[in-house]
Each structure stands twice: as C-alpha cells, then as structure tokens.
C-alpha cells in the first residue's frame, strides 16, 4: 500500500515536531487582547485567528520537509492529497471559543490515519505546556510534572461516571435530549473542556464525552490518543467516529456499551 | 485598629508562601485514581479530599509561624479569631468537582481582608503553576510563561462580551433566568472554568462572571484579584460581594452597570 516506509518512532517523532512547531507559532496570539475574531460561518460564532492559520502553516512545513509523500486534511488549508497511504489530519486550535476567551482548553489537534483511522494521535495544549500522546505502543502525557503514562479508567457504572461535553445545547435538540438521557444516568457532568476532555478520558479522569456537529479534523487526534490509552470511540450507533459528526468517546467497553444503548435509540 | 504593625509587600509575601505551601501539598493527590471522594451535604454531590484538608492546614501553619495575630476563615477547618484586624480567607479547593474531573480549572483562593473587604487575593492553579495575585499596587499573573502584568478588558457593549459561570443552572430557577436574561445579550457563554473564569476577568480575557450560592471564601480572593486589575464585583443588587450569595465580577464599571440592571429585576 505504502511506497514510504516508515516506523511508528520515525511518525511519533514528526508528530512532536508538528506540535511543537504549532505551539512556537499561536502561543504569541494566546491571550492578547487585540485578537480579531472572523466570522467563519454565516451567523454563527466561530472565530478564525491569525494564530489559526500560523499553526497550520507551521505544521504543513514540518510535513513537507519530513513526510513529503503523506496526504494531509486540514482545517484550515483543507486536503493535499499524499502517494504514502498515510494522512495527516490537522486541527491546529481546536476550541477557538475558548481560545479566545483565553481558556487553557484548546488544543492542537494531530493524527495521522491510515485507511482505517488514526494509527497516532495528539492532543496539545501549548499555555500549559502539556501533551497527550498515543499510538505505537505510546500512551502518555508530558506535561508540567513530567512524562506520565496513562490508561483510562475502568469504572463501568454510569452512576459513578464524570460526563463531558462543550456546549451544554451540544447540537440540535434532538442530540441535546439523546445527551440529556446519558447524563441523568451520571455521577457528575461538567462543561467548556473543548478538546481537553479527551485528554482527561485517557488519563482516567472521565468516563464519557459525548459531542455532535464534528468535522473528522475534531476528533481523530482524540481518537488516537483515546484508543491508546485503553478507550473506545465510536459514533452514537457504534460504528467508526473518525469522519466525525455524532461521537461517544468512552473509558472502556462496558461504559461505553451503557451509554451506546441509550444514545442509540435517537433517530 | 491593629496592634500588629504590616506592610503590603510583607503580606504578600506570606500569601505567596502560603500558595506555595498548599500547592506541595495538594497537588500529589491530583489525578490520583483512587482519590476517596465524601459527601459533605446531604443529597448533594460536594466531595471533600485529603487534598482539601491538606491544603488548608499547609496554610494555616504558614499563618501560625507568620501572622499568629490575623484571623482566619477557612473553607474546611473554619473561623479562628485574631486581633490584628485582618482575616485570611482561604478555600484550599475552590472547584472540586473540577479537581475530582481532572481539569486544571480549580484553584486556591487566599484573600487577605480587613473590614471592607479584600485588600488582597490570589488565585492558585496548581497543576499549571499558574497564580493570580492583586493587592497593594500587585496586579500580576505568574505562569508557565513568566510573570505578566494584568488589567480588565474595557469594553463597555454586552453584545461584544464574554460571560462565564460555572454550571448552566446557576443556582435557583430565578437565578437561572436571571442569568439566561444576561446571556441573551453576550456574544459568547461559556461554563466550567471554576474560579478561573475570575483569573480570566483580571486577565482581560472575560468580561463577565455571573454566580450565585457562593460562600466568603468562593469570592474573597477573586475580589482581590479583579480590583487590583481593575475590574468590579459586587452582588446582583450592587452591594458588597465578599459575604458571598449572588456575584457579579465585571471587567469595567459600565459592563457591570449593564449587567446588573438586568440583574437588578429579579426577586
């Protein structure tokens, strides 16, 4: 399938250089207060930076320089299409809702996928200075208290289980009620993580994240990062949630079959 | 009033002590998986740690070796009488549902108050290494990328505003209303940041907190935060804050004045 050969510590070692890279060039627009804000969608809030489009380009240049050879999609500079078998899905500020409100919760998002999904995932978040990693056998996060493996937790009663998601409305009301139904079930449900909530699934802090309305750039970095920590991500009929839209990020199987069944019965 | 002579700098140096005394001490049981979570209230979900209680004695034994004449209200081991005429105002964990998650959205709040109220405060994210610190002409955030001056945004225009509070249901389904009617006019809402979301006033990232149901020590030391940086809080009827209930922390006096004049409505 592949005429690049590669190892997972060679794809590992990009990745970190990606995020690196991503972090040098938006940390400069983190909190300044004359940021500008586009508006990307019709009506809708969703701010577009400077800081944006800086990461991205950092990240395309990491990649044209080591992995020339990979596709690459994007969220903000879209798809380039590779001869590897290998893509690149970038998201550099997932969270801009947050980044603009200075929020250390966005992340740059990084996976790279084969044709069954991402085979590596990253969440970065650059103020804190922490990193969650997954794939190859990798499952870690760096951060201010050092290097930390993970796994996530192995809690399967949705009674004891810490629930998340961004947006308390979290897409149309039919999708905001399927949310409302898992979370009458939960211990705890907490709001405004954006990507980090992911990043805390692999660690072992929460059990569940449940979204709608993503693009497969939002959460295929999750899903590598996730998967490699012991998770299970899927969308709400238990199939691949690596194209996006309606997504069950859970700890393990148990919970996440818990909340499947409920989410599944939506139209 | 006092028979025990200080300067600002004097207590701003036992603040810092005292947050660096609680942070070693709570931080080693931060994403800790076998954390035992309490309930302290009846019914309700409000865990109390070994952290919490830990936290609280590192800074009541700084206060002992220091300033054994102040007072002290604490979160967790209650009122000791001093005769200086000052009050250390402390909560070890403000956010412990955001502690129990995970997310680096809790805080140690130390205020240092006189009979008016605050005259400093600090805001201690731990895992990030982040510290709020206003008072006696401090007004300065030290984090992962130095130590940065801060000052509210001033913006005047609620529809440009970005308003937080923690749990979409406020409080009370008046309070809730009395919220919504705010969020209606904002340009962004967001939730979750605990008493982060006051760090993010004194920043200038957030023109808005809106709470209710708080304790003294929930606010004492975000006041003394965001009046070093310029901002304003008071209660939902104008008044003095720092006896806790109903808050609003605004970045300028005429964000606050709008704010609260739709506040101001309700029962």
Chains 1, 2 share one sequence.
Not at 126 to 137: A, H, L, T
Not at 231 to 260: C, E, F, S, Y
């Amino acid at each position: 399938m592949s005429n690049t050969a590669y190892t997972g510590a060679e794809l590992l070692a990009v990745a970190h250089e990606m995020a690196d890279a991503a972090r040098a060039a938006i940390l400069p627009f983190f909190r300044q207060t004359d940021l500008v804000a586009d508006n990307k969608l019709d009506g809708g809030f969703d701010p577009v930076t400077a800081a944006d489009r800086a990461g991205e380009r950092a990240m395309r240049a990491v990649l044209a320089a080591k992995r020339p050879d990979d596709g690459i999609l994007g969220e903000e500079y879209g798809t380039q299409d590779g001869t590897s078998g290998l893509v690149w899905v970038l998201d550099p500020i997932d969270g801009t809702r947050g980044f603009i409100s200075g929020t250390p919760t966005w992340g740059v998002l990084i996976a790279c996928s084969d044709d069954n999904g991402p085979v590596l995932g990253v969440i970065d978040q650059p103020y804190i200075g922490e990193r969650f990693v997954g794939g190859f056998g990798t499952a870690e996060v760096q951060g201010p208290h050092g290097v930390i493996p993970f796994k996530t937790k192995q809690n399967s009663e949705l009674s004891q289980a810490i629930l998340f998601t961004t947006f308390p409305e979290v897409g149309t009301e039919i999708e905001a009620a399927a949310f409302r139904k898992v979370s009458e079930q939960v211990q705890l449900t907490r709001f405004g993580m954006d990507c980090y909530a992911y990043g805390l699934v692999a660690t072992g802090q929460v059990d569940l994240v449940i979204e709608a309305g993503l693009n497969a750039y939002d959460i295929q970095g999750p899903i590598g990062v996730i998967e490699a920590a012991g998770g299970i991500v899927t969308d709400w009929q238990g199939k691949p949630a690596h194209m996006g839209g309606r997504v069950l990020a859970a700890a393990n199987p148990d919970i996440h079959a818990k909340a499947l069944a409920i989410l599944k019965g939506i139209e």
